[in-house]
């Protein structure tokens, strides 16, 4: 169940930290959102897992594998999935079975996340148990796990603000608030 004052909470602390937040009422509707968007930008180059790419089909997206360093590094943009948000810092938490996952969130310029309503928490501490059970994963090559806060942002240049040198400079995050989503 999508839980409102979680979500409301959740948004703020996103569009605080810089991404970009819109609400749709299923998956199916959030993909051709984003496809809209990749194609009002001109974009092409997108990377996605297989789980996205199938539930592109019928949507005019074409979705790239995210299938080695190569590969993500020339996508323009991605699409991917949170596994949670949480409301505290309006962050998204992806837990990634190795590091094409993790790759595809930060390489490209542009991402564009699905997050499901029903998986915001309140805060990370409420996902402790969730991220030690993932991290002690075997059968998997590397199990990590991303915290993504808005677009990448560092002042480590001459104390500059800098967009995008460690990740991507563009997020834009689908909050999903219907039911199968």
Known sequence: MVTPGLVDRFVEGALAAGAEVFRAPDARGAIAAAARLFRDGKISRIVGPPAL??????TGLVLEAADGIAVI??????LVRADYGAAETGSLVRLDPGDDEKLAWTLPPL?????DGRKV??????????LAD??????????QVSFITGPSRTADIECQLTIGVQGPA????????GEGS
């Open 170 to 177: 563009r997020l834009v995050i689908w909050l999903i608030e």
């Open 73 to 78: 590094a020339a996508a323009e943009a991605a």
């Open 121 to 130: 928490v309140a805060d990370l501490q409420s996902l402790a148990g969730v």
């Open 134 to 143: 993932h991290l002690g994963r075997t059968g998997v090559p590397g199990p």
């Open 111 to 115: 991402c564009v996340c699905l997050l």
């Open 53 to 58: 790419r199938r539930e592109a089909e019928g």
